[in-house]
């Protein structure tokens, strides 16, 4: 897949890129809102991935 240079993929499954369904966002972009959306969503898909984690042990 060729990407614009900048260009974060941020995965919104577990499954390995390319096969995951992905955000695309241009890190050189001065959209505060992106920029809170995906600082947000990471920060939710980690809290959300230790709590699996966790339920697992």
Known sequence: MDLPP???CISV???PYPAAPCFF???ASLNEEAE???RDYVIFA???HRREHRAAL
């Open 6 to 8: 900048n260009t974060v």
């Open 13 to 15: 499954s577990d499954v």
């Open 25 to 27: 966002y241009d890190r």
């Open 36 to 38: 809170a959306f995906v």
């Open 46 to 48: 980690k809290e959300a």
